[in-house]
Each structure stands twice: as C-alpha cells, then as structure tokens.
C-alpha cells in the first residue's frame, strides 16, 4: 500500500521547523540567552514545489507514479520535483472541482492512490523478469495475455493485436546509444518519428510504425542490446500511454546479480499432462512435476507422481477414482515438419482461464541423437501438450528451462523439444501402463498439472 499521509508529513515537518525558531523563557535582570534557529518560509511564501520537496523520497516516487497512472503526468519517475510534476497535481486538482493548490490534502491523496491502484488492477499491472534476457520490466498482463518467447527475448500481445509488447536481445561489437537509435529509426521500414531522445546509456524513439504508435527504449551493455518496444492502436492511446510511462521507468534491462543459469524454481508451477489411459495415467514433462509438494490436476483432483524417465524427461503420473476420461492413442509416427500442439496455457497468459488450446510450432533435427526441436517454442504451460501430425500422435512437447542472461546465440533445442511416440510408448510400457488405443482428440486428453513447491 502506498503512503496516503503526505501532506501530514509535510504539516508535522513544518510544526517542528516552527518550534525550533521559538527561543527558552528568560527570568527577570537575565541576560537573554542566544539560540540557534532554523528559519523557515512562511506558508504564504512557501511553493508546491518546496511542499514537495519536504516529502521522503519515496512517497515523491509513489505521487508521480499515480499520478502517471491517472493521466496527468507524462514525465521521469524519479522523484525529483519539477514544474511538470506540480502541474500534474494541480490538473488532477482541478479534474476533481477541488482549488489548484499544487499541494494534495489528505484526502486528495487518498483518493489518488485509490484510482490509480484500480487503473493497475484494471491491466493486471505486474512486475515480471523475463528468464531469457534476465531484465526486469512491468507487464500490463491482462492486456496483453498472450506471451511467446525464443532465445531472442519474449513478445506479449493481446488477443486481437491491439497492443503489442516486445523485449528483443542481440549481440553487436562495438554498440552506441547513437548508432542503434539510428538504426532502429529506419527498422522497420516506415517508422515515422515524432520523439526522440538519446543519451550515453539509454536511447527513446516514439511515433507511428503504420497504423499503430509505438515506444521504444534502448540500451547496451557490452556487445549485448536490449531494446523494449511498446505498439499500439491509437485507439488505446488513453489506456495504454498511462502503462507506456510506467514500463519506461520500470524498464531494467541488466539488473544487478543476474546469472547465467536455469530461473528458480516457481512456488507454483502449471504444465499440461496427456490421459493415456482411461484408468488415469497421465503422462507429463518431468520438471513440471519435480519436487513438488503436491500435485493436482485441474478438474480432477490430487495425483501421484508414479515413475519418471530422465533421459527422456517424462513423467507418469496416476489419478485415482477418477470416472470419465479421455485417453489419447500414443501410436503414431514421428513428426517430420510441422506439428499442432494441443495443451493449457499458464493461466497468466489465458487471463486466469484454463481452456485447452492449440499452436503450431514446425520441427527440425538437432544433435546426432534424433531429437527434434520446435519452433517457434509454445508459451508458458505447454509443456507436457501433445504434438499431432496429419492427424496421428507425433509426440509430448517438453519446454527447458531458459537461461538467464544465457548467450544470445543459444539453440532452439535449450527452448522445447519434442519426444518422439516411440519413447513415450517406450516409457509407459517400462511403467507397467497398458496402453488402449485412445481416441484422436488432443484437446480432450489435454488435463492441467499444478505442481505445488516450498
């Protein structure tokens, strides 16, 4: 919860700066004594400005934030004060019929927290650090649901298009802020510039990519670029400029102590199983249900984690009294060139819903082994879907952990991969799973794995 008593502050600051001034009663023939005070302005003299600046640094921080989210501030959020920053308050002032004073009362203030924290509420405003790149950004996540990513960075979107969030990474020998705003400006082809800004270690470009505006901020450290861009239709200019400012200054492309390596384990982990079998044998990736304290699925109940193969990186699971279900017939072919994988998104990306879904991914061979990696890779909760060609199974999509702040030219086989039908039926057979011939329907076998961890 953010501070809502800023102009009390202000009011006991003030109150203790007077006190200060006042001087110790004298007794009668004394000599007064000489104390030292500390002059203040008169509050007829003293500005918006100078109320702000008495404020902590903090709650400056958190009143240009909410202001930005209400609309009327488009600057920094620093917490420096600034012309800008007073014409703000007295705006929001002004907006509510209240006098333009430039200074909030309490219940001003209140009221601005309040409709700013519902404006986030409204777009699902989160901060989220992207495993790929390792930087730390805001994310508008109901707006935009939907999230694919590559060793290349991530891109949110909504589900029509409207809005459009992506977080690129690259390698370039011998970067400058100067010269990637000068490429940037011409890539892609069209791009009409109406803003731009460029410093030693960070760059701003805005204006219109065809139809849609869009934001752009950049930077470098060493060879590696990373650069987030922000497009939209201008029909959500009002919905979407207030997020713009707050994912500028929430942009950290190097966070400190960022290391290469897998993330951390989430506390709560979501995959996708496939039903095997119509007595409850569910087959999924093995690190979705690796050291979980409980696993549950979707709809269904509490399952057992049973056996797991980890040179194939599957896992069985057993659901028990489970009446009804639809298992998948495993026989197949392996997949030759593209495939259509049936699975349940994270709920983040569904906006909190749990439907089964299908993408399209192609496969291509990597290594000596046989294995085949797809791309581009499914989202986050794909892993463990089904993969169907021409109509037969062609395998069990597994997702491996990204690196953080990995190296930029990392394979598409560190992303997904996908297990052949022979080493699914394979690894059943081992775990004692009579396999009946199953039905074809992907998305009726596809069930919800909710791993639970510490």
């Given at each position: 919860?953010?501070?809502?008593?800023?102009?009390?502050?202000?009011?006991?600051?003030?109150?203790?700066?007077?006190?200060?001034?006042?001087?110790?009663?004298?007794?009668?023939?004394?000599?007064?004594?000489?104390?030292?005070?500390?002059?203040?302005?008169?509050?007829?003299?003293?500005?918006?400005?100078?109320?702000?600046?008495?404020?902590?640094?903090?709650?400056r921080l958190a009143l240009q934030s909410d202001l930005a989210w209400v609309g009327q501030y488009n600057g920094a959020i620093s917490?420096?004060?600034?012309?800008?920053?007073?014409?703000?308050?007295?705006?929001?002032q002004k907006e509510r019929g209240g006098k333009p004073t430039g200074v909030l009362n309490p219940q001003e203030r209140s009221v601005l927290a309040e409709t700013a924290r519902r404006r986030q509420d409204n777009v699902g405003w989160r901060i989220v650090t992207e495993p790929t790149t390792g930087a730390r950004l805001g994310i508008p996540s109901k707006l935009v649901p939907q999230l694919a990513s590559d060793a290349n960075g991530a891109k949110w979107t909504s589900p029509t298009g409207t809005v459009q969030i992506v977080l690129a990474r690259r390698k370039e020998a011998g970067p400058t802020t100067a010269k990637l705003a000068e490429r940037e400006k011409r890539e892609p082809a069209g791009r009409q510039i109406?803003?731009?800004?460029?410093?030693?270690?960070?760059?701003?470009?805005?204006?219109?990519?065809?139809?849609?505006?869009?934001?752009?901020?950049?930077?470098?450290?060493?060879?590696?670029?990373?650069?987030?861009?922000?497009?939209?239709?201008?029909?959500?200019?009002?919905?979407?400029?207030?997020?713009?400012?707050?994912?500028?200054?929430?942009?950290?492309?190097?966070?400190?102590?960022?290391?290469a390596g897998p993330p951390p384990r989430k506390t709560v982990d979501y995959g996708t199983g496939i039903v095997v079998s119509d007595d409850g044998a569910v087959v999924t990736d093995r690190e979705i249900a690796d050291g979980c304290l409980a696993i549950t699925i979707g709809g269904l109940g509490q399952a057992e984690r049973v056996a797991d193969d980890r040179e194939r990186g599957l896992a069985l699971l057993r659901i028990y009294g489970a009446h009804g279900l639809k298992p998948l017939g495993v026989a197949g072919h392996s997949a030759k060139a593209a495939v259509e994988l049936s699975g349940i998104a994270d709920p983040q990306s569904q906006g909190g819903g749990a439907a089964a879904s299908s993408v399209k991914a192609s496969v291509s061979p990597v290594g000596a082994g046989g294995d085949l990696a797809l791309s581009p890779p499914p989202g986050p909760g794909f892993s463990g879907a089904a993969a169907i060609e021409d109509g037969q199974f062609?395998?069990?999509?597994?997702?491996?952990?990204?690196?953080?702040?990995?190296?930029?030219?990392?394979?598409?086989?560190?992303?997904?991969?996908?297990?052949s039908p022979d080493g699914v039926q394979e690894f059943l057979k081992a775990s004692g799973v009579t396999v009946s011939a199953g039905g074809t329907d992907a998305k009726a076998a596809a069930v919800r794995v909710i791993c639970v961890r510490k």
């Open positions: 919860m953010r501070p809502r008593f800023a102009a009390t502050l202000i009011f006991v600051a003030a109150a203790s700066s007077a006190q200060a001034q006042m001087t110790a009663p004298t007794t009668a023939g004394a000599r007064p004594k000489t104390v030292a005070t500390v002059p203040v302005k008169p509050p007829a003299t003293q500005t918006p400005a100078d109320t702000a600046n008495a404020m902590a640094q903090a709650e917490g420096d004060v600034s012309e800008r920053m007073v014409a703000a308050i007295k705006e929001f109406d803003y731009s800004v460029v410093k030693p270690d960070f760059f701003v470009l805005s204006g219109l990519q065809g139809l849609k505006k869009f934001y752009l901020r950049g930077t470098f450290k060493g060879d590696e670029v990373r650069i987030l861009t922000i497009l939209y239709d201008q029909a959500m200019e009002n919905t979407v400029e207030p997020v713009v400012i707050a994912m500028s200054s929430a942009f950290n492309p190097f966070p400190s102590g960022a290391q062609a395998g069990i999509a597994l997702l491996k952990p990204a690196l953080v702040a990995g190296p930029a030219n990392a394979t598409p086989s560190a992303q997904a991969v996908l297990v």
